[in-house]
């Protein structure tokens, strides 16, 4: 122990300077800005009728304030944000101004000096009972000017000659400036003795040229022992909050990934023992998917951490809890990037700590990672039912209605378990976790198969109205969360998969414009390779399935062995299957995968009915999944099932069974399904009824004139997405329904689109061997 706390005091002697902020010229110039507008101020008051406007007040309050917590720039800078136009300022408070930073150039040291501790004199001392103070002690300028003074007067003589040697440089990089152009020489050249007072004397034109030509000679040979700082500890300290804070609730507000990496750099290099600028640049490297330098920020961060408990009691315990959240947040960081082994160790090491340090909150967030990435076992066991707080508690439940969702449970007690937790959202105002319980909502509903209900809950989402007001006009809004998963970036791939599920390509499009979430980029190339593949666009759709795989590998992987189908390879379609299926059987939490497991044994039941000619086995693989689609409650794969069997059975001849599926099953299609699925189920139901119609007849002509009414629904829908291939068939088999009928006009006229269309867009003779549900 005595050991460690000789080890703790020589961290305390390293850190005293990382605790004190350094005196730099653009603090100088500010404290300059300050006086000025004081003295104005007070010229003012006493003046019969003479009161400054209030928008000048504002703006200087607002202008002050933003010199005050921003970090130092260039005089140029300065000039430039003077005098844009941005602020209303007074030209008389400019040009004193210009006069007091030239003044301080040109007399020395004794000026600069002078400068900060007549401000603390003429402002903020209180001169008589009828005339108070400019500027009170416990104000934000009371503070920073008492702050600058205090620091000033611990500075040693060769300092603070040091730091007039900055302010020489800092002010001649600024000239000629904006400001010193709009002055004249004669405004230059005097000496403001109204308002500087007996302290300051006035000097020659002639004079201060000698002294400035002195100051030029010398000022490359004065020693360099004065340190600059671009940033302080304390606008380090706002800006992290900041960015950090922006990062969560709004990512386009904040900065742009690499201008925020070049500014945490610059921070790294003023304040190197600053601990949290490194867990920024940790959550930055997260939003880009940089796992390098994701995790040596992390390190960084928590091993700089140590020096934030020199001024603790309890040592031991803060050492405690840093190395409980450093495992904590090693895990979130592996689960991020898909390490779930990697990421359960780190789980495991937080759920120790936490537990030996009776930390619940801590031992909350543990379980919700290592849920995330633990698989079904570890997922039913961290969701135990504990007593948690409210934003671990809801967080708990979202993962709790997912795991039910997976595991066959009823979908009425799923969305129970989802209310739950809305009504601990709403109770608390968590604004961040409604927005994720909505998205978690309507994803559960696409699992359903019930679009519409998942396109409603995407749309609230969208139109949820999370802005708030923050001082003067300035918008906060809840947007994309930090990594992958941001509520609003699933609410907009939601809401682009509704618009390419009805056809409407242009908006589908129009909204990938508007998201940046890697949601809505792996939603967008979905449906693009999808419309590729309908439209035979081989090349097309290869270049799509491959930016898809960066995101979802195995839905990429069900894309081309689609593309493959297509093109007549059956060989490298099946083989692409069979990888399919046996990662969704052997992976430890295959249940998570029984979308994708279904949706493969439905396209491999395709691939066997068009190149094989045994029915038996396909009529096993689609009861297999019609079992399972049943048994998760995964309703409109179910639907699709039925729809594939009814297909093998107008093909084996069961025409009367196959009509009795078909419309069973249709209205399920035409209420949720994609346009696309909705012209196939309403062309097999037509082949339906042409197999089951009357031989010949009044009945038949009625039956036939029937269908070819619903082929016109099914064109429409097949150009909505431009099935090339299914659309050349609805009309081929238009003109031979309406060629039975008699009617010779409207089958010319049939046959005429089909050869225009074929003219324009020649497909190969295999595709048409392909016309199936």
């Known amino acids: 122990m005595d050991l460690?706390?000789?080890?703790?005091?020589?961290?305390?002697?390293?850190?005293?300077?990382?605790?004190?902020?350094?005196?730099?010229p653009h603090k100088i110039a500010v404290v300059a800005f300050i006086r000025e507008y004081g003295l104005l101020k007070i010229e003012a008051k006493d003046m019969i009728d003479c009161t400054m406007a209030p928008k000048y007040r504002k703006d200087f309050c607002i202008l002050a304030l933003k010199l005050i917590q921003c970090p130092d720039m260039e005089f140029k800078e300065l000039e430039a944000l003077l005098t844009d136009g941005r602020y209303n300022l007074l030209s008389v408070h400019l040009q004193n101004f210009c006069v007091r930073l030239q003044n301080v150039y040109v007399n020395g040291v004794n000026a600069l000096t002078d400068c900060v501790s007549s401000t603390i004199d003429k402002l903020m001392i209180e001169q008589s009972e009828t005339n108070p103070c400019v500027i009170t002690r416990c104000s934000v300028l009371g503070f920073y000017l008492r702050r600058i003074m205090l620091y000033l007067d611990k500075l040693t003589f060769v300092q603070v000659a040091s730091l007039y040697k900055a302010?020489?440089?800092?002010?001649?990089?600024?000239?000629?400036?904006?400001?010193m152009r709009s002055l004249s020489k004669e405004k230059l050249n005097n000496v403001e003795v109204q308002a500087?007072?007996?302290?300051?004397?006035?000097?020659?034109?002639?004079?201060?040229?000698?002294?400035?030509?002195?100051?030029?000679?010398?000022?490359?040979?004065?020693?360099?022992?004065?340190e600059e700082c671009q940033w302080s500890r304390k606008q380090a300290e706002l800006f992290t909050a900041q960015q950090a804070n922006l990062l969560q609730i709004n990512e386009k507000r904040a900065m742009q990934p690499k201008q925020l990496q070049k500014t945490i750099l610059q921070i790294m290099n003023d304040i190197p023992e600053y601990p949290d600028i490194h867990f920024l640049s940790f959550l930055n490297c997260i939003r880009m998917k940089e796992f390098s330098g994701a995790q040596d920020s992390l390190y960084n961060c928590f091993d700089r951490a140590v020096f934030n408990m020199c001024g603790n009691g309890n040592i031991s315990n803060d050492r405690n809890k840093n190395f409980r959240y450093a495992a904590l947040n090693r895990a979130a960081m592996h689960t991020q990037f898909g390490h779930k082994s990697v990421a359960m160790e780190g789980v495991r090491e937080a759920l120790a700590v936490a537990q030996e340090a009776a930390d619940g909150a801590c031992l909350a967030h543990a379980a919700a990672w290592g849920a995330l990435a633990g698989g079904r076992a570890r997922r039913a066991?961290?969701?135990?039912?504990?007593?948690?707080?409210?934003?671990?508690?809801?967080?708990?439940?979202?993962?709790?209605?997912?795991?039910?969702?997976?595991?066959?449970?009823?979908?009425?007690?799923?969305?129970?378990?989802?209310?739950?937790?809305?009504?601990?959202?709403?109770?608390?105002?968590?604004?961040?976790?409604?927005?994720?319980?909505?998205?978690?909502?309507?994803?559960?509903w696409g699992l359903y198969g019930k679009t519409e209900m998942a396109s409603v809950n995407c749309q609230l989402l969208l139109n949820l109205n999370t802005k708030?007001?923050?001082?003067?006009g300035s918008v906060w809004q809840w947007s994309e969360g930090v990594g992958a998963a941001g509520p609003m970036g699933a609410a907009g791939a939601g809401t682009l998969c509704a618009a390419a599920w009805r056809g409407r390509t242009q908006l589908a499009t129009a909204l990938a414009s508007l998201f940046v979430a890697p949601q809505v980029r792996s939603a967008f190339a979905k449906q693009q390779a999808s419309a590729a593949l309908r439209a035979a666009k081989w090349e097309e759709a290869d270049q799509y399935i491959r930016q898809l795989a960066s995101y979802d590998r195995w839905e990429s992987q069900l894309l081309r062995a689609e593309m493959y189908f297509l093109k007549g390879d059956a060989t490298d379609a099946l083989e692409t299957l069979h990888d399919i299926l046996d990662y969704c059987k052997t992976e430890d939490d295959s249940l998570h995968y029984m979308s994708l497991r279904l949706k493969g044994m439905i396209m491999m039941s395709e691939v066997q009915h068009t190149f094989s000619t045994i029915r038996s086995t396909n009529i096993m693989l689609l009861n297999e999944a019609l079992s399972l689609a049943r048994k998760y409650h995964l309703h409109y794969l179910a639907a699709t099932a039925e729809m594939h069997i009814a297909n093998v059975q107008l093909h084996m001849g069961c025409t009367k069974n196959a009509l009795t599926l078909v419309r069973k099953v249709l209205p399920l299609i035409m209420e949720h399904g994609s346009a696309y699925d909705l012209a196939r189920?309403?062309?097999?139901?037509t082949k339906c009824r042409i197999a089951t119609a009357p031989p010949a007849g009044e009945a038949r002509s009625q039956v036939l004139q029937s269908c070819c009414e619903a082929l016109d629904t099914v064109k429409e829908n097949f150009s909505k997405v431009g099935a090339q291939a299914r659309l050349l068939h609805t009309w081929y088999l238009q003109a031979q329904l309406y060629n039975d009928i008699g009617n010779t006009v409207a089958r010319n006229h049939c046959a005429w689109m089909y050869r225009q269309l074929e003219t324009q867009q020649p497909l190969e003779p295999f595709n048409m061997l392909h016309i199936m549900y």
């Not at 305390?12 to 605790?19: A, C, E, T, V, Y």
């Not at 302010?167 to 400001?179: H, K």
């Not at 708030?468 to 003067?472: A, D, E, L, T, Y």
């Open 4 to 24: 460690g706390n000789e080890n703790i005091d020589f961290i305390k002697l390293i850190n005293i300077k990382g605790n004190v902020d350094n005196i730099t």
């Open 167 to 179: 302010f020489c440089i800092y002010y001649q990089r600024g000239r000629p400036g904006l400001m």
């Open 196 to 226: 500087a007072g007996p302290t300051i004397s006035p000097v020659l034109p002639d004079e201060s040229k000698q002294q400035e030509l002195l100051i030029k000679i010398n000022l490359f040979d004065r020693d360099h022992s004065f």
């Open 381 to 444: 066991a961290l969701l135990a039912r504990v007593p948690r707080p409210p934003r671990a508690a809801a967080s708990a439940v979202q993962l709790m209605a997912q795991h039910a969702a997976v595991n066959a449970a009823r979908p009425a007690d799923v969305f129970q378990i989802i209310t739950k937790g809305d009504s601990i959202n709403y109770l608390h105002s968590m604004t961040d976790l409604t927005m994720a319980g909505l998205s978690n909502t309507a994803a559960l």
């Open 468 to 472: 708030c007001n923050v001082g003067n």
């Open 681 to 685: 189920g309403t062309l097999l139901y």
